[in-house]
């Protein structure tokens, strides 16, 4: 009996596989170079108080401005970088919305400084101070409670 049953579960398996649409399935090959992704512009956050979010970003953690959007009049967001030149890198996108519960929980943004706890000390005394500062990588929390992981890389060995 349960040999039938794993034929028939196995037979069902296939036909519903079968049925499924082709955009369901994954492609067997990477996509052709007129489809591929060119680049990851940055990740996109929703901000609560875009100038807010906008000074924390560039005055806190040193990041630059790439660009603004629209370039003339009131932003929506602000697209930011270590360079300022947007086609050198943008890394984090933030824009004028409503933040979603539980949207701050998605994971982390990872940025790499020299040293973590200088960074974190920082931070803090800008007024967003973290849970715990300790040697080397440090969590902290940006003004809408983003998680941003302060990675501080070890000194290579000689």
Partial sequence: ?????????????ASLAAALPACAQTPSTAPSDDIR????????????DLERSKKFYTEVLGLKVNAKVPAQGEPVEYLLGLTGDIRADTLIIIRKGEIVPGATEFGNIVIVVPDGRKMAERVAAAGYPPAKIVDGTN???????????????TAPKP
């Fill in 37 to 48: 992704p060119i680049r990851i512009s940055g990740v996109g956050l929703r901000v609560s």
């Fill in 139 to 153: 969590i902290i929390r940006d003004p809408d409670g983003y998680k941003i992981e302060l990675y501080q890389r």
């Fill in 1 to 13: 009996m349960s040999i039938r049953l794993s034929i028939a579960a196995a037979l069902a398996a």
